[in-house]
């Protein structure tokens, strides 16, 4: 089993009480990814290469069920995903040394196998699921806050409000894909952890990898339906594609939502193109895809996951502005604030890579209303290392007739000519007044 530093989770919780009573603390995982993340079940000799949104809740509570894990009950009951993530189970390769590991996916012991799907209905799905049906979920928000922070421009976006799917499509098709969430990074990389799989079934015909599971364990295998959201077919869709300019508060009060509506033709021909060769996988699969061997990663879509991240779109997502939330002003209107930019990802960030990139400090009224003109500070362009910050010291200024109807400010972190990141905690200003030397 593994050891190391301890994975956080929040002991308070009530399924992490229930959990820790019986199983240890899972441990941060020398495995790279995707490797980490395979379900092996050693009693039935059987590795799973999980993909989301591909049935894999379903096939890892399988995969669970076959074990003769200890406590599998309670990593059912308190939920599979979490409890393997963050406990020392036996369900994940996660949990074994490095010599198992390795013994298990180069060797011919274990039937490895996957499941992939129709790589545009896989993002339709992700979208009407997470950003839609259940973005409020707290589960759900460490997985679409980034993008939607990135689409809105906004570091606290309205996540009731939502976002678009055109706009989640074209966030994606902006992004390096090995960098995105699970929830919607290419399946074949996914595949690239084991050299060989001994078959990539398709979720259209579920009916094959329960069988040859059957067989396999002399069991009678049944997979049960997990996250159930918008129907995949539809009785009359006559115009297909006819919701993906329609934000998720306005979708709450529409009826008989399918996948089709958001199936506009130049949005599937742009994933088609971004997700290619996942599509060649899911076609093979449906024809029943056997011995099946990587390619390696193309170097067009593969990246290079130490690089740091550059430009506007990738850098926002992972930049947070920080203050002590008091400053003040002479009675000139002259001033200064201390601001940090923090890079909150475990990539550094690449500011030399922008044409343009400044802080933004507007002074606002009790009632919210812009004073004067904003002051504009350029940030010098550097490289900001992971998890590392860069301080700015900014000098303000507001007409000195103003200053008395000033309250707070705001900050903003502007790329080229749009406002990528704010930050909206205000901070308090203050009139700080010349006292005249006595004698």
């Known amino acids: ?83 393997t993530d963050a406990f020392i189970t036996g369900a994940k390769l996660k949990d074994y040394d490095a010599d198992t590991v390795q013994a298990i996916i180069e060797g011919d012991e274990y039937y490895k196998f996957a499941v992939v799907r129709d790589p545009v209905r896989r993002i339709v799905s992700a979208y009407t699921e997470m950003f839609f049906l259940n973005r409020l979920n707290e589960g759900n928000l460490v997985h679409i806050l980034g993008p939607v922070r990135d689409i809105t421009r906004r570091s606290e976006p309205d996540l009731h409000a939502g976002v678009t799917f055109r706009s989640f499509v074209e966030y994606l098709t902006e992004s ?18 084991v050299n060989r799989y001994d078959a990539v079934f398709s979720m259209d015909n579920l009916s094959d990898l329960v069988s040859k599971l059957s067989e396999i364990t002399g069991k009678d295998i049944q997979l049960s ?10 009785a009359d869709v006559k115009q297909p594609g006819r919701l993906v300019d329609v934000v998720p508060c306005e979708l709450d009060s529409i009826n008989d939502i399918s996948a089709e509506d958001f199936m506009a033709p ?17 076609r093979d699969a449906q024809s029943g895809l056997e011995d099946y061997a990587h390619s390696v990663v193309l170097p067009s879509i593969a990246g290079d996951t130490d690089a740091p991240l550059r430009g506007a779109n990738q850098i926002a997502r992972f930049v947070n502005l920080y203050s002590k939330g008091f400053f003040a002003l002479d009675e000139d209107g002259n001033g200064s604030i201390s601001v940090s930019v923090v890079n909150t990802s475990a990539y550094a960030l690449d500011f030399t890579t922008l044409s343009a990139c400044a802080i933004i400090v507007e002074f606002k009224d009790i009632e919210g209303s812009v004073l004067g003109p904003p002051v504009t500070h350029a940030l010098a362009p550097e490289i900001i290392r992971a998890h590392g910050m860069q301080m700015a010291n900014v000098d303000l200024f507001l007409e000195p007739a103003l200053i008395k109807q000033a309250s707070t400010a705001t900050l903003s972190l502007r790329f080229h000519r749009e406002f990528y990141v704010e930050d909206i905690v205000p901070l308090h200003v203050a009139l700080a007044t010349r006292v005249e030397p006595s004698g």
């Open 1 to 83: 089993m593994s050891v190391g530093n301890r994975l956080h989770v929040d002991p308070d919780e009530p399924w992490v009480r229930a959990v820790s009573a019986l199983l240890e603390p899972g441990s941060v995982s020398s495995l790279p990814w995707p490797l980490k993340a395979l379900f092996v079940c050693q009693k039935e000799k059987l590795l799973y290469a999980p993909i989301t949104k591909c049935a894999c809740t379903s096939i890892k509570q399988l995969m669970v069920e076959l074990s003769d894990i200890e406590h599998k009950e309670l990593v059912l009951e308190q939920g599979v995903h979490r409890v």
């Open 176 to 193: 390096e894909p090995s960098r995105l969430d699970p929830h919607w990074v290419p399946q074949h990389l996914v595949l690239r952890g």
């Open 266 to 282: 130049d949005l599937v021909a742009a994933l088609e193109r971004y997700y290619q060769e996942d599509a060649v996988i899911y």
């Open 225 to 234: 339906r997990q996250n159930i959201g918008v129907s995949n077919v539809a």
